[in-house]
């Protein structure tokens, strides 16, 4: 039996780690706000850029740019974004395992998955799993990040024209709210182009182009992409604060309910030894 | 009648303002818009955005991008974009020597064609976040 002592080094040691988890806890929900400021900052700029590429596209033929022509077979890329440090949840796993399913078979038209992991937990998962990883950043500052990010995407939009690969996704969590990330895997080459609700209420205006509507869709189609990895990016970044803060929340708890149970098996021990000492003295007593 | 601008970043509003004018650097030259202007979706090139509100002109700096003019609505959609007061000049003029060097040496080598394209973009920027300031 767990004598006096050794419980209460137990509780100690439990409530050490109750304190950094706290800590923890509030690092994140101040780097959550931020975060999700940002990408909610973001927003307008998106959504501005969809409605102009909806309004573009709209009539258009597939086969009127290369970005947004259907190509079959081929290789498939995937920006896998994921965090560089754990204690989030299942934030990583729970997206990575969604694109461990992403393989070639009768429902998709590619042969070949290829991941560019951006954050170290993404590279860490499919390198065990030997997963076909072309490129992996880590251990970056988010700015950083998105430089990178912008840069990696131009290169593929490059090769992508020149026909080196015939699908791009990008994976990563979609930040809902504080509790809830939606792990998504979206198409992102060929540009499905986007249903503008607005479109939709009839608020269809026409517009002139200058110079000319293949000119400005020549030079929007890949800022469109980079901007959706961009976004893709910033919400990555405020799930992975949210996913934290709400783990390291669960776990101040936890340490919390393991302290009370602690206490009172402290306790009984406590009354134990008390009562086991009378019993010695009374009936040492009652010997004489 | 006023116009109502608003110049947005993949960051965030930059600005959203009333103006009487606004001239915007088109890709085929600087257009000039009043209110009720027809509707009309343009490529810009890096330069000055002016406005006239209240009377004071304004400039921003704005780098690449779109403009959507909707009668009385401009949304500028740009990669960059400053207001005066955001521009570091001494940053800008160091950035513009080394580039004007790095374009020299560019310019002496074919192979470096796509480099020497894009340093001139960048003595473009440089040049046009001066003037903003000036």
Known sequence: MATLKDIKLRMVSIENTQQITKAMKMVAASKMRKAEENASQSRPYAEKLKSIVSNLSNGLDQSAHPLLTQREGGKAVVLLITTDRGLCGGLNVNLCKQLHKLVPDESNNFDLVEIVAFGKKGNEFFSHRGGNIAESYRDMKEAQYAEVLGKTVQELIKKYMKGEFNHLFIAYNQFKNVVTQIPTIQQVLPIEPPDDEDAAAGEQTEFIFEPSGAGILNAILPQYVENLTFTALLNNIASEHAARMTAMDAATNNAGDMLSALQIQYNRARQAAITSELIEIISGAEAI | ?134
């Not at chain 2, 921003?60 to 949304?75: F, L, M, N, Q, W």
């Not at chain 2, 920027?125 to 000036?134: E, G, M, S, Y």
């Open chain 2, 1 to 134: 009648m006023t116009l109502n601008l608003e110049i947005v970043t993949p960051q965030r509003i930059l600005l959203a303002t009333e103006a009487e004018y606004v001239t915007i650097p088109g890709e085929i030259g600087e257009l000039g818009i009043l209110p009720g202007h027809i509707p009309l979706l343009t490529n810009l090139q890096s330069g000055i955005l002016s406005y006239k509100s209240g009377g004071t002109e304004e400039m921003v700096a704005v780098h690449s991008g779109y403009a959507e003019i909707c009668r009385d609505k401009i949304t500028i959609l740009a990669k960059i974009a400053e207001l005066k007061d955001d521009i570091d000049l001494e940053r800008s003029k160091t950035a513009l020597q080394a580039a004007e060097k790095e374009l020299e040496e560019a310019l002496k080598d074919v192979d470096q064609l796509e480099k020497a394209g894009e340093l001139q973009q960048k003595i473009k920027r440089a040049l046009t976040r001066q003037q903003v300031v000036a």
